[in-house]
């Protein structure tokens, strides 16, 4: 005969595995909604690039201006990243998170209705805003809601989402603009948005930690916005500008002077709001280091890639955007293996292979030619998303690892700061490269297999292959 109190132990154990089959489900839920939000805030870093033209003959701008719509974004957004990060730790992640993407709902409905410029560059500022909050949050909440033994997993999703919205941005935002007009291009964020915005305030958990009493350093804040975005500007147009004039040198000069003090204000403040204090785990800093490197090389490969194809090969955009898939589609189908495979095994021998890979697969790209075969092209980019696969997520995993959980904010605000500072970088290493090497070998008025924008693109892809050797010995020290 059962007695009563065997029956209200079945019923506690009942309980108790209804509650972890719904934790085990929810989990999968919030992932889906970090990995929408993560693809959407990507997205459109690039996606209105391929519109610009279309933008600036439909509100009578000029080349000029119109670069600062794109512009603006990298700025605001790169700028804010740490600073989310920071207020996140300190007031809860989903609440950022749940914020910022209704200020990015909203500044993209604003963007499609832009009657003039300016307008429409004060509103990518603002939609800006909203994706630093996303982005600077997304990793924290993913990481506090998945066990440890499957952060590589999740964190390796998440990385896909990443590289998909970076990498789909210019051939999605030409099919939109084609298809309807360039204002399309921003409408589609609002009904993904609030679709997304109900997944995430459903199945995102509530910040269990008590909130934070710390006061949030305003003045650490200021002077790295300040500091990073004229480090930015300075990078993003010397290329246009020149990289002599007054305005990048005086650029690249204040930046350097502001974020020395940044450095030695947060060594002295009680509650700094970059702690200082994860750098001198060798795993955070080789993490950052390498994720830097990474996004170097990759933006070197979206930079000069369509230089290629286009120009070199004569193949219609369309044509070129296929092509270029290859590159997303291996890493979208690979980093998720390799974040479970780093669960297992550890972090350092798949993020080592991945850059490895790369570097193998720059070699391969810098061989590029007059008459190399399609197949040759897609087999070529799909070597450097192999290496790209392998070793963002289990490098993503390591950095998130190796922080303190009250400092997740900071960490994924790292995260995504190395991310633009690559991007950045990897554009100008790159364009500084190439332009270079075409100014050299100006007198060649033809383009052959040995002429200049060949040449160009070889020595280009050889130097982003070194930057992955470094980034793969950086990795390999990581403990």
């Given amino acids: 005969?059962?007695?009563?109190?065997?029956?209200?132990?079945?019923?506690?154990?009942?309980?108790?595995?209804?509650?972890?089959?719904?934790?085990?489900?929810?989990?999968?839920?919030?992932?889906?909604?970090?990995?929408?939000?993560?693809?959407?805030?990507?997205?459109?870093?690039?996606?209105?690039?391929?519109?610009?033209?279309?933008?600036?003959?439909?509100?009578?701008?000029d080349i000029a201006a119109i670069e600062w719509v794109v512009t603006i974004y990298l700025l605001v957004l790169s700028g804010l990243l740490l600073s989310f990060g920071r207020f996140g730790d300190m007031r809860g992640?989903?609440?950022?998170?749940?914020?910022?993407?209704?200020?990015?709902?909203?500044?993209?409905?604003?963007?499609?209705?832009?009657?003039?410029?300016?307008?429409?560059?004060?509103?990518?500022?603002?939609?800006?805003?909203?994706?630093?909050?996303?982005q600077a949050n997304s990793p924290a909440i993913l990481t506090k809601t998945f066990p440890s033994e499957q952060r590589g997993q999740a964190l390796g999703m998440q990385a896909t989402m990443t590289y998909l919205g970076l990498t789909v941005g210019p051939s999605l935002g030409g099919w939109l603009a084609d298809q309807f007009t360039?204002?399309?291009?921003?409408?589609?964020?609002?009904?993904?948005?609030l679709l997304t915005l109900w997944l995430s305030w459903r199945y995102i958990p509530q910040d269990s930690e008590k909130k934070s009493r710390e006061s949030f350093d305003?003045?650490?804040?200021?002077?790295?916005?300040?500091?990073?975005?004229s480090l930015l500007f300075g990078l993003n147009q010397g290329h246009a500008i020149g990289w002599t004039s007054g305005l990048i040198l005086g650029s690249l000069g204040l930046a350097a002077v502001l974020i020395s003090v940044f450095i030695w204000i947060e060594l002295r403040v009680p509650n700094p709001m970059l702690d200082l204090s994860l750098f001198t785990s060798r795993q955070f800093s080789a993490a950052v280091s390498s994720a830097i490197l990474n996004y170097i090389c990759v933006y070197s490969i979206i930079f000069l890639m369509p230089f290629y194809l286009i120009q070199g090969r004569n193949?219609?955009?369309?044509?070129?955007?296929?092509?270029?898939?290859?590159?997303p589609i291996v890493m979208a189908i690979v980093a998720p293996l390799s974040g479970t495979l780093s669960d297992r095994i550890g972090t350092r021998p798949p993020a080592v292979l991945g850059m490895c890979l790369m570097a193998i697969g720059l070699v391969l790209l810098a061989s590029l030619g007059s008459e190399t075969s399609t197949l040759g092209?897609?087999?070529?980019?799909?070597?450097?998303?192999?290496?790209?696969?392998?070793?963002?997520?289990?490098?993503?995993?390591?950095?998130?690892?190796?922080?303190?959980?009250?400092?997740?904010g900071i960490a994924a605000g790292m995260l995504a700061t190395a991310r633009n500072v690559g991007m950045v970088l990897g554009v100008g290493l790159a364009g500084a490269i190439?332009?270079?090497?075409?100014?050299?070998?100006?007198?060649?008025?033809?383009?052959?297999?040995?002429?200049?924008?060949?040449?160009?693109?070889?020595?280009?892809?050889?130097?982003?292959?070194?930057?992955?050797?470094?980034?793969?010995?950086?990795?390999?020290?990581?403990?």
């Fill in 1 to 61: 005969m059962t007695s009563s109190s065997d029956i209200g132990s079945n019923k506690s154990k009942m309980r108790a595995s209804n509650q972890s089959k719904s934790g085990a489900t929810n989990k999968w839920w919030v992932l889906a909604a970090i990995g929408i939000g993560t693809f959407m805030s990507a997205l459109d870093g690039s996606v209105v690039n391929t519109t610009l033209p279309l933008i600036t003959r439909s509100l009578g701008s």
């Fill in 93 to 134: 992640h989903k609440m950022v998170y749940i914020f910022g993407f209704v200020i990015f709902i909203f500044s993209s409905a604003i963007c499609g209705l832009a009657p003039s410029v300016l307008i429409l560059v004060i509103f990518r500022g603002i939609q800006a805003i909203g994706a630093a909050m996303i």
């Fill in 182 to 193: 360039w204002r399309a291009v921003f409408y589609i964020n609002v009904p993904i948005g």
């Fill in 218 to 229: 305003l003045v650490g804040a200021l002077i790295f916005i300040t500091g990073l975005v």
């Fill in 315 to 327: 193949l219609s955009p369309t044509h070129a955007g296929l092509i270029l898939t290859a590159m």
């Fill in 377 to 408: 092209l897609i087999s070529r980019l799909a070597a450097v998303g192999l290496g790209i696969g392998t070793f963002i997520s289990p490098n993503n995993s390591a950095l998130m690892g190796s922080a303190p959980r009250p400092r997740q």
């Fill in 434 to 479: 190439f332009t270079t090497y075409l100014g050299n070998q100006a007198s060649q008025s033809q383009i052959s297999q040995t002429g200049p924008l060949f040449g160009a693109i070889h020595a280009s892809f050889m130097v982003a292959a070194g930057v992955a050797v470094i980034g793969a010995l950086i990795s390999a020290i990581s403990p």
